[in-house]
């Protein structure tokens, strides 16, 4: 796991790609600085570690790096740029294709008129554009009568992970935070966190969530606490 300050860093690397991707707008974290120059400054930043981390340390970064560069260079793959967004399905069979396409996909199923899947919707928007390594899907529970019956869904939000085509997780719910009302984006990330789905924590939530999540969810808004689901 990336410490707070090799996070940062690659956050703020991250963001500098996005913006320059999505609207050309000048960054103002390394929007000059290379992937090596960023190395040496963390390294330069690392005198306190011990000698005997800090080559793994640059390895992680090294390899963190790379995944980024090879998400934004794949996102010409898809029918359109939804690089640090969640792309919505439609039909079922087209799940299987793109779990089969990407090292890590996270599946959820939803209904738009129940609350707890729209919260679930707006942290998913969220981890889409601070771990690009991620491919986010969503689909109606409805459009996907043959994998709801398959995976015997009868909760929402319900969201499986798979890791190299091999499914590793499953969320029903909100069973696995305690059942909260309102759980909090920390503890979703956390609970990636100690499952290996991500391997860092989110810094700061400012890069253009507001905009991203009215252009991600475009859905009923009405306050319906039902979540059993009867397709």
Do not use: W
């Not at 043959?146 to 992970?161: G, H, R, T």
Request: glycine residues 4%; contains cysteine; proline residues 3%.
């Amino acid at each position: 796991m990336l410490d707070y300050n090799q996070s940062r860093h690659i956050e703020a690397y991250q963001e500098s790609k996005l913006k320059s991707i999505r609207d050309g707008e000048p960054s103002s974290d390394f929007e000059e600085v290379d992937d090596d120059e960023l190395l040496q400054q963390l390294e330069d930043e690392s005198d306190d570690i011990l000698a005997k981390y800090r080559e793994s340390r640059i390895q992680q970064l090294s390899g963190e790096l790379k995944n980024i560069k090879q998400s934004i260079q794949n996102r010409g793959n898809d029918d359109e740029e939804d690089l640090g967004y969640v792309e919505n399905i439609t039909n079922e069979k087209k799940i299987m294709e793109i779990v089969l396409q990407h090292p890590i996909t996270i599946v959820h199923f939803y209904q738009p008129n129940f609350q707890k899947c729209q919260l679930m919707n707006k942290y998913l928007n969220v981890l889409a554009e601070k771990h690009l390594q991620l491919k986010i899907i969503r689909i109606k529970a409805e459009l996907a009568p043959f994998l709801v019956n398959k995976l015997q869904i009868k909760i929402l939000p319900f969201i499986i992970i798979y890791k190299n085509s091999i499914e590793v997780d499953r969320i029903v719910g909100f069973e696995k935070f305690n059942n909260a009302v309102n759980p909090s984006y920390e503890s979703f990330e956390n609970y990636l966190l100690v499952r290996n789905i991500i391997n860092r924590k989110s810094i700061k939530f400012g890069l253009s969530n507001g905009n991203r999540l009215n252009k991600s969810i475009n859905e009923n808004d009405d306050d319906d606490d039902d979540d059993d689901l009867d397709i």
